[in-house]
T-cell receptor, first 114, second 112 residues
C-alpha cells in the first residue's frame, strides 16, 4: 500500500530559526513529489520535485528529493510568523488513462512564535 | 483567472440528510479530483473525474457517496444519509492532464 510519512507531526520554533521538515515515501510507480502549504483553507502549491539531488528554491524556502533513499526535505530559513501553517507532502501516483492522483502525508504543523 | 471554486464553504447537516458539494475547476482544466481531510489528518484521495466520466473512484466509500462531472456545470460530490463520521473538509482540485493540481478552498461539512 502506498505510504507517505511526514515528520515531525508538530514543530514550534521562534521567529528567525531555521526548520527542516521531512517526508519519506513508499509508492508504486513514483512520478514526482509535491510540497503544499495549508493555512486555514486550500493547500497552496510550493514545489514539485522530480529529479534526485536538484534543489528547488523560492525565497527562504528550499526543497530537495532523494529518490534512492525515498525522502524529501523542506527547509525554511529565517522563519517568520507568516510561515505558521501545516506543510503537506504528496507523492504523485499515476492512475489509468494517463492521469494521476496525490498520496498525502499527514502533514507537519509548524508554529512560529514571535 | 479565477481559481478552483467550491461551494458552499461551510455546510451543516443533521444525521440522515443529504449533502451536496460543488466544485468548478479552473478555466481550461478538465480533470477534477476530490479529497477528504479528517480532523488532524492529511488529505485522502476519493475520486478522479473527467467530463462525464468517473476515471478512478478507489478512494470513495462504497455506499452513500457518489460523484459526477457533467458536460455542463460543476462537479458534484453527493453524500446521502450523512453520519457524524462524514464531518470533514472536502477539497476539490483541478488540473490539465499530467500537470499540477490546484486546490479549491474546501467545503467544511459538519454533521450534527
Amino acid at each position: 500500500e502506498d505510504k507517505v510519512v511526514q515528520s515531525p507531526l508538530s514543530l514550534v520554533v521562534h521567529e528567525g530559526d531555521t526548520v527542516t521538515l521531512n517526508c519519506s515515501y513508499e509508492v508504486t510507480n513514483f512520478r514526482s513529489l509535491l510540497w503544499y502549504k495549508q493555512e486555514k483553507k486550500a493547500p497552496t502549491f510550493l514545489f514539485m520535485l522530480t529529479s534526485s539531488g536538484i534543489e528547488k528554491k523560492s525565497g527562504r524556502l528550499s526543497s530537495i528529493l532523494d529518490k534512492k533513499e525515498l525522502f524529501s526535505i523542506l527547509n525554511i530559513t529565517a522563519t517568520q510568523t507568516g510561515d505558521s501553517a501545516v506543510y503537506l507532502c504528496a507523492v504523485v501516483r499515476p492512475i489509468i488513462q494517463g492521469a494521476q492522483k496525490l498520496v498525502f502525508g499527514q502533514g507537519t504543523r509548524l508554529t512560529i512564535n514571535p | 483567472n479565477a481559481g478552483v471554486m467550491q461551494n458552499p464553504r461551510h455546510l451543516v447537516r443533521r444525521r440522515g440528510q443529504e449533502a451536496r458539494l460543488r466544485c468548478s475547476p479552473m478555466k481550461g482544466h478538465s480533470h477534477v479530483y476530490w479529497y477528504r481531510q479528517l480532523p488532524e489528518e492529511g488529505l485522502k484521495f476519493m475520486v478522479y473525474l473527467q467530463k462525464e466520466n468517473i476515471i478512478d473512484e478507489s478512494g470513495m466509500p462504497k455506499e452513500r457517496f457518489s460523484a459526477e462531472f457533467p458536460k455542463e456545470g460543476p462537479s458534484i460530490l453527493r453524500i446521502q444519509q450523512v453520519v457524524r463520521g462524514d464531518s470533514a473538509a472536502y477539497f476539490c482540485a483541478s488540473s490539465r492532464l499530467l500537470e499540477t493540481q490546484y486546490f479549491g478552498p474546501g467545503t467544511r461539512l459538519l454533521v450534527l
